[in-house]
């Protein structure tokens, strides 16, 4: 009997045990995509109604609360892009979310630097400390922390607001900043040394670069919540010229409770700034996040 032969059958059967097994979907699940559906437009919806609340007038959403634009009123929206108190919060939000992104990545890396290079006594401990600090939000602390800052004359201004935010981006920042140094080689830094490259020009030149991603996912997360900070503002802030947007609703809609079309522009004015730069860096933040998951 030759080889041939007696492969024959053995391939019969490998077909036919394929021919009787159900093809993958290459697409995947329907379900899961149904799923996925609906949890966008959950997500969607809020915010879509939001926005296009905005161009109707109070008529049209007490006739019909759900209904599209018709017709459409860009006045609402001009109205309040030529109000000076709007734009006046919008820069304090801008410099508060910015100041404390620069904050907390300035120091985010420091710290995760010396934590993932450095060998020395309780440096597990100080890490243990930064996680641990993920698990008290700034509403644990709110009272204790506007004591303090009333005892050090911070309340009522932007630093009062800054420091705090810093404060509690920075577990944050170190979780995930922490396993991007650690996967930088050790003979990158020894190969540096060589060449005489200083421990704080390696710090510049080559661990800033390397970390990038990680950088800028702790960065944008760190604007982002920012900019949606209230409760911290609100127990800080008590001067109108010195609120956020997140305030400014508020102050909003006590003066114009009446006109909800106005309301809801300016809310949507509020929050698509963070929904822009969110979406814009979406990318950076899902690579960032993989990148400290693998390191």
């Not at 149904?34 to 809020?46: E, G, K, Q």
């Not at 509403?139 to 509690?168: E, K, R, W, Y």
């Not at 990158?188 to 996912?217: H, N, Q, W």
Request: net charge positive; aromatic share 12%.
């Amino acid at each position: 009997m030759t080889t041939a032969s007696l492969e024959a059958p053995r391939a019969k059967k490998n077909r036919s045990a394929q021919g009787g097994s159900k093809p993958k979907d290459p697409w995947g699940s329907p379900a899961v995509y149904f799923i996925a559906l609906v949890v966008v437009a959950l997500t969607v919806a809020p915010v879509a109604y939001i926005v296009l609340g905005g161009f109707r007038d109070n008529s049209q959403i007490t006739v019909d609360p759900a209904g599209f634009p018709s017709p459409w009123r860009p006045e609402t929206y001009a109205h309040i892009l030529q109000s000076s108190s709007f734009w006046h919060q919008f820069l304090n939000s801008t410099i508060a979310a910015l100041f404390t992104a620069v904050l907390v990545i300035a120091l985010g890396l420091s710290a995760s630097y010396v934590l993932a290079r450095y060998k020395f006594r309780g440096r597990g401990l100080m890490f243990g400390l930064f996680a641990a600090g993920l698990m008290f939000p700034i509403t644990v602390a709110i009272t204790p922390l506007f004591i303090l800052l009333n005892n050090l004359h911070l309340t009522n201004s932007l630093i009062g607001v800054i420091l705090p935010q810093v404060a509690f981006g920075l577990p944050t920042t170190i979780i995930i900043l922490v396993p991007f140094l650690q996967a930088i080689p050790e003979e990158i830094e020894e190969a540096a040394a060589v060449d005489g490259c200083s421990r704080l020009r390696f710090y510049f030149k080559m661990v800033l670069p390397l970390s990038l991603p990680g950088v800028l996912t702790t960065g944008i997360l760190t604007f982002v919540a920012s900019w949606n900070s209230y409760l911290l503002p609100l127990f800080v802030l008590s001067d109108t010229n010195s609120f956020t947007l997140p305030l400014g609703v508020q102050q909003f809609r006590g003066v114009h409770g009446s006109d909800t079309a106005a309301v809801l522009a300016f809310t949507s004015l509020s929050m698509i700034p963070a929904l822009l730069f969110f979406t814009a860096f979406e990318r950076r933040i899902v690579g960032g996040l993989q990148g400290a998951v693998k390191g």
